[in-house]
């Protein structure tokens, strides 16, 4: 993510569909603005909307705006007097929806926030992963990430959360937990515990900026084989350190061949995509991009994959987006097998900004396109090997996901056996060194 001062200029994400690209001024407002103006601006709905205005206007991939007269629209918000920024957001939402683009779409502060925080892969809080219990009904932790406030006061899986700060817990949702739970870095937070064989007992914390782990892997042994699994749940900020570690990890244990599972990942960052298909990948293509003038840019790997291992990736219905580019990357280079479901079908890159309230802008500003030239957009990517699971199938996975990359998740044990049976399970020659 680049993000520059606060609140002017375009904060540009890849959540590809996302590219980034940065500039250091507003299309609308210029260079030199003082603390007063910028402050009025701030609290000016009318500048608002025609900052939105100006952005799509320079940026958005069809350039007839959707056979939309888009200098009247101008015209029209420019005309209206608002009272409130809530009435500009409206109006805003409302000019946007005649693009016909889910994509490009206008978000509160508060939506931005959440956005921009789950592309930096990074949380404020005390770093555990919660549940309602279905049995108990209470607040329970799932998990204490490693090396957060949590986990080195000591919680564990199994505790339940009685009180935070002091208020119950009692019929209180995940949303309201969280909310309490969270807070600026060094401030501090007190938890009610509830410990079998324990009695209750306060946990004093202090909030700590946390790195979510979203790269899980482990050195399976089935069929004999040892098996690198790694599940990649969305393309962070930090996703590619994250892999990058998995990778070595594995390959220091001698892993024979992997399986990567992208089922359910939405995507993230374009930048992050295009650095773990260079992880798998040591030459050709990963992705072309085209902008609303026709101009093109390819991305191609540069020789530095980190293995050369067999692998199998994993998909379904929901990896979209970055998922696809790195899916459609390894198959079009013939780098992994593909197992699964039809993919989401998102081919669309959007520029994000942070807008002068706060706010933020999601725009599309290009197409992108498979190395081969494929369109994948509302299609999906088909996989060489299709399995779909059956409803029986999907609502055991859910209800028990530690099955998830085991012989008892059928896409999984398919993609096994497709890479044993396949030309994917050729040994490593002996000049191929990573």
Do not use: C
Not at 35 to 54: E, G, H, I, N
Not at 288 to 311: F, I, Q, Y
Not at 405 to 432: C, H, M, N, W
């Amino acid at each position: 993510m680049n993000q520059s001062a606060k609140p002017y200029s375009p904060l540009r994400v890849a959540l590809v569909g996302t590219m980034v690209a940065t500039s250091a001024t507003l299309y609308l407002f210029g260079q030199a603005w003082t603390k007063q103006v910028k402050a009025a601006l701030q609290d000016s709905p009318k500048a608002l909307v025609d900052q939105v205005w100006q952005l799509v206007n320079r940026e958005y991939v069809d350039g007839k705006f959707n056979q939309q007269n888009w200098q009247a629209i101008r015209q029209g918000l420019l005309s209206k007097n608002y009272t409130s920024k809530q009435e500009a957001y409206v109006a805003i939402r409302s000019a946007l929806q005649r693009l016909g683009d889910p994509y490009t779409r206008f978000m509160d502060p508060k939506q931005f926030e959440t956005l921009t925080s789950q592309t930096a892969g990074e949380v404020t809080g005390i770093g555990i992963r919660m549940e309602i219990n279905d049995q108990t009904k209470r607040l329970t932790v799932v998990e204490p990430i490693q090396n957060s406030p949590a986990d080195k006061a000591g919680i564990k899986a199994g505790d339940e959360i009685i009180a935070i700060n002091g208020q119950s817990t009692s019929k209180m949702k995940i949303d309201e937990a969280s909310g309490l739970i969270r807070g600026q870095a060094g401030t501090a937070i007190t938890l009610k515990i509830s410990r079998p064989g324990n009695n209750l007992f306060d946990i004093k914390l202090t909030r700590a900026t946390i790195e979510v782990p979203i790269v899980r892997y482990t050195l399976k042994r089935d069929n004999g084989r040892r098996i690198g699994y790694i599940r990649l749940q969305e393309f962070s900020s930090h996703a590619a350190e994250q892999m990058d570690k998995a990778i070595r990890d594995l390959n220091n244990q001698k892993v024979e061949f992997y399986v990567l599972d992208l089922r359910g990942n939405p995507g993230g960052l374009l930048q992050a995509s295009v650095e773990i298909a260079r992880m798998w990948l040591n030459q050709g293509g990963i992705v072309k991009t085209v902008d609303r003038v026709g101009g093109s840019e390819e991305t191609k790997a540069n020789g530095t994959a980190l293995t050369n291992r067999p692998l199998a990736i994993l998909v379904d219905g929901n990896s979209a987006s970055a998922s696809e580019i790195l899916t459609g990357a390894l198959k079009d280079n013939n780098r992994a097998v593909v197992v699964g479901s039809q993919t989401y079908g998102k081919a669309l890159v959007q520029s994000v900004h942070e807008l002068i309230d706060g706010s933020g802008l999601a725009i599309t500003i290009a197409h992108y396109y498979t190395p081969k030239g494929t369109d994948i957009n509302k299609k999906g990517i088909t996989p060489d090997i299709q399995l779909d699971l059956t409803q029986a199938q999907e609502r055991e996975l859910a209800a028990n996901p530690n099955l998830l990359g085991t012989l008892s998740d059928p896409q999984y044990a398919r993609a096994v056996s497709a890479i044993l049976d396949s030309k994917f399970a050729r040994p490593p020659q002996p000049s191929e060194t990573f």
